[in-house]
T-cell receptor
């Protein structure tokens, strides 16, 4: 299906485990983003990517790792999950010509116990 | 640095009431301004935008005018429906923003009651 998808939609994991959240877009957008959304903090940028093999830190990158070997995929890995990483994670993408126009996935609700 | 300030919610309204959500910004240059909406259980989606001063963005009955003199981009709708219940985010981007990154406000939750 066309668009931007995230998987899994819900995940429960234990403290210390590694978990990877997947993001896939079918538009061949250059830019991709990972955000986390928490009550009282709004939307915070974790990492972003301007193209394949180009990634950069956002506002809250600690504890997260990203990669972008293909334009359409942008996985986010929590190397050793902590309770403070319990959140809703959103992936987004945008084209170079659509300044500020980002397309968001449906989100992944992650609970770290 | 650049920032966006929105009125805190929740904003609770009755159906057909007039909605205003205030948004002001601070930016080092001349930003483009956006309103995004997040319906329950979904990701954000672009509602409307304005790219220069005095531009009016509109969509789905919502409007917002880019006011450079007051650095504001207030969102309005004349007659809300229950289906407008959502969280609304004001955002900005500068023309030369690295990575096409948006600066978001904190979001305003709107609840419309029948």
């Amino acid at each position: 299906d066309a668009g931007i998808t995230q998987s899994p939609r819900y995940k429960i994991t234990e403290t210390g485990r590694q978990v990877t959240l997947m993001c896939h877009q079918t538009w061949s957008h250059s830019y991709m983003f990972w955000y986390r959304q928490d009550l009282g903090h709004g939307l915070r940028l974790i990492y972003y990517s301007a193209a394949a093999d180009i990634t950069d830190k956002g506002e809250v990158p600690d504890g997260y790792v990203v990669s972008r070997s293909k334009t359409e995929n942008f996985p986010l890995t929590l190397e050793s999950a902590t309770r403070s990483q319990t959140s809703v994670y959103f992936c987004a993408s945008s084209d170079r010509t659509g300044l500020g126009e980002q397309y968001f996935g449906p989100g992944t609700r992650l609970t770290v116990t | 640095g650049d920032s966006v300030t929105q009125m805190e919610g929740p904003v609770t309204l009755s159906e057909e009431a007039f909605l205003t959500i205030n948004c002001t910004y601070t930016a080092t240059g001349y930003p483009s301004l956006f309103w995004y909406v997040q319906y329950p259980g979904e990701g954000l989606q672009l509602l409307l935008k304005a790219t220069k001063a005095d531009d009016k963005g509109s969509n789905k009955g919502f409007e917002a005018t880019y006011r450079k003199e007051t650095t504001s981009f207030h969102l309005e709708k004349g007659s809300v429906q229950v289906s407008d219940s959502a969280v609304y985010f004001c955002a900005l981007i500068l023309l030369k923003a690295a990575g096409n990154k948006l600066t978001f406000g904190g979001g305003t939750r709107v609840l419309v009651k029948p």
